[in-house]
C-alpha cells in the first residue's frame, strides 16, 4: 500500500471547510446535531429491517417467529423506536444477502 502526504494549510480559503461558521457554532446546535443524526440512522436501520422482512415476504409475526425475536422487538425496529444492534444487526444482514441460506439454518432446530 503506498502512503501520499499532504500538507493543509488551514488559512487556505479553498478548503472544504467554513472556519467561521465552525467557530460560531454552539454546543447546543452540536447536541441538536447529534440528535439529529441519530435520529437518521434509526429511521435507516427501520427502513432496512421493514425492507428485509418485506423482501422474504413475510409478515411481522411470521418475521418474529423466523427469526425468533419477540414481536414487539421488530416493531419497535420497523417503527424507529429502537436499532437491532450486534447478533440481529447482522442476521438481518445475512437474511438480505443470502435469505434462503439464512433461513434454512435458521429452520435446522439445535
Given at each position: 500500500m503506498k502512503t501520499v502526504r499532504m500538507?493543509?494549510?488551514p488559512s487556505d480559503s479553498i478548503g472544504r471547510i467554513d472556519t467561521i461558521r465552525v467557530d460560531a457554532t454552539t454546543e447546543t446546535e452540536i447536541l441538536k446535531q447529534e440528535a439529529a443524526d441519530e435520529m437518521d440512522l434509526m429511521l435507516d436501520a427501520a427502513k432496512?429491517?421493514?425492507?428485509?422482512?418485506k423482501r422474504l415476504g413475510l409478515s411481522q409475526s411470521e418475521f418474529s417467529q423466523r427469526i425468533e425475536v419477540p414481536l414487539e422487538t421488530i416493531r419497535n425496529w420497523e417503527q424507529g423506536k429502537r436499532s437491532p444492534t450486534g447478533a440481529a444487526k447482522t442476521l438481518l444482514k445475512i437474511?438480505?444477502?443470502?435469505?434462503?441460506?439464512?433461513?434454512?439454518v435458521?429452520?435446522?432446530?439445535?
Open positions: 500538507a493543509i494549510n432496512f429491517t421493514r425492507r428485509v422482512r437474511l438480505d444477502k443470502s435469505p434462503d441460506v439464512a433461513l434454512g435458521l429452520n435446522h432446530q439445535i
